[in-house]
């Protein structure tokens, strides 16, 4: 089969790519499947319905700093600098709502890679870093941790208790230790996570969308040594790790993972079957 990639400047446009048609399957995040199953605008007139086909990585965020006096989010006081990922990127909005229990902070914005410059002159106070699909350490907060002393904010019990709560968010962990040459880490480190998989049209050809799966599927160990990034679809729950409450699958997608053994009754079937 021939599949060709594009590139895209968000999830934004790549649901418009799905509604104009000018692509057949992008991947997203949970934040925005979640506005577009409840109609939030800019997503309230869209032309087709939405189904899932697999679970391509997560990007667990925390939140750090180069003052050893802040050990958890609680600890920032009003006027804290906080840069929870540069403004208009996708995870801006999650990273913003989860810091509303914290005291008044100024919000600036930073590139990733501009982070640790930007700690080490005084001017951020709290930055964010990613674990990505949780075996990752992106090689921009290595950089961090070789410019400041880096110490990762705790989430103390009441926050997390309201995060966790939260519908909006998606709250997962991992254990301190495997974030090496940080300052200081929590020994758990609670995340909003970010669940990106990739969806499509629900009408989408049926044998396009089977055929896509089972190629992939088929050529697992190819993929890893293409990407690190790849590596956990060699286990066959990874497939439908952390889907979408609000979207079916797409019917190709449920027929293939019942072929593997991986789907589950909570699941729904675009097709209503």
Known sequence: MYVEAQTSSGTEANIG???????EMVYIQNWSAREVAEGVEPFGDLTFEMAQVFHFYDLPW???TPDENLETLSDIEEGTTISPTPEGSGTAPALEHALEQVAEYDRVSY???EQGNAMNEGQLDVGVGTYMNFQIIPGWIQEMMGTVDLHVLGVDDEMLEEWEGDD???IESFDGSELEGAASVPDEIHCPTFAYNFVCRDDLDYD???SFLETMYDNREALQEYSALLDRLEDDEFWV????????FHAAAADFYEEIGVWSDEFERADGE
Do not use: I, K, R, T
């Open 241 to 248: 790790e952390n889907m979408y409450d609000e979207v079916p």
């Open 62 to 64: 925390f939140f750090c």
């Open 111 to 113: 590139d990733f890679g």
């Open 17 to 23: 790519a799905l509604d104009d048609e000018s692509a």
């Open 168 to 170: 909006q968010l998606l």
């Open 208 to 210: 396009a969308v089977y």
